[in-house]
């Protein structure tokens, strides 16, 4: 009987989550704009975040940051 109890707990918490992920996502679809992504010409590890925004401003996209311990170029838009 508890283990059902646990159960639903997960499976509603689980329901909850991908409810919050999907609201999320038709958001920002419904601005008409793609919240980030990686660059596209961005060459190497990105540990200066003033390269990685040239690059992204290069590309068209406001902002850039660099991420992840490998040190990824992502671009991002105001507002996400």
Do not use: H
Request: glycine content about 10%; charged content about 20%; proline content about 4%.
């Amino acid at each position: 009987m508890e283990s059902l109890r646990r159960f639903s707990a997960a499976a509603a918490i689980l329901a909850l989550l991908l409810l919050l992920v999907a609201t999320e996502a038709v958001t920002a679809q419904a601005y008409g704009k793609k919240c980030s992504k990686p660059s596209g010409r961005f060459k190497g590890p990105c540990f200066f975040k003033v390269d990685c925004e040239q690059q992204c401003k290069k590309e068209g996209w406001p902002r850039g940051v660099c991420t992840g311990f490998a040190g990824r170029c992502v671009c991002k838009n105001y507002g996400c």
